[in-house]
């Protein structure tokens, strides 16, 4: 079991987190204040929060690969390992991928945090439109191609995800 300790470097003196693997300064936030937030968002500006959401993260998605990218040579086995890890260290609940095909995959969260406890919430899958962004902004990262991701199950024990890969051409005239 690897201990928060041997990811995150805590000065309390300063009230500063900081990753060891990136040298970044990182925060945390409880899943009821997420909540909160993603309610207040929804009772702001409606639907439109979905595409923030998701928008937001495909852009973490993206960066937090292109980062790792920086640090270690990484192929898709390795990358697909690595988010699986990173996400479940980061306490979003335990993430798995299965590939179904070369250009599909399937993306499972149990226990995710962003919906797993939204139940008091009027909006409960609105969190994981945040999750659907950063699978979509790794695997166009990761594969230099568009994708689509659907959530196809979003329950109190897990969430699941289908990735569709894109071919690389489309994506290059979509930019």
């Known amino acids: 079991m690897t201990n928060i300790s ?5 000065d309390a003196q300063d009230g500063v987190i900081v990753s060891r693997r990136f040298g970044l300064r990182s925060f945390v936030l409880g ?3 997420w909540n909160l937030l993603i309610e207040e968002a929804y009772n702001k500006i409606g639907s439109a929060a979905e ?3 998701f928008g937001a993260g495909k852009l973490y998605g993206g960066s937090i690969l ?9 192929n898709s086995e390795s990358s697909l390992n690595l988010l699986c890890r ?3 260290l980061a306490g979003w609940g335990k993430i798995s991928i299965v590939q179904e095909t070369p250009e599909e995959y399937k993306v499972r969260a149990q226990r995710c945090v962003f919906c797993s406890e939204s139940g008091k919430t009027q909006h409960k899958k609105l ?3 945040f999750l659907s962004g950063v699978i979509s902004g790794f695997g166009e990262t990761l594969f230099h191609t568009n994708s689509i991701v659907m959530e196809t199950k979003c329950e109190k024990e897990y969430c699941e995800f289908a990735v569709k890969l ?3 051409e489309s ?3 979509s930019s």
């Not at 041997?6 to 805590?10: G, H, R, S």
């Open 6 to 10: 041997e990811l995150y470097d805590f």
């Open 31 to 33: 899943v009821k204040e």
């Open 51 to 53: 595409a923030i959401l």
């Open 66 to 74: 292109e980062k790792e990218i920086e640090i270690m040579e990484l």
């Open 86 to 88: 990173e996400a479940t």
């Open 127 to 129: 969190g994981c439109f």
């Open 166 to 168: 894109g071919d690389k």
């Open 171 to 173: 994506q290059n005239n």
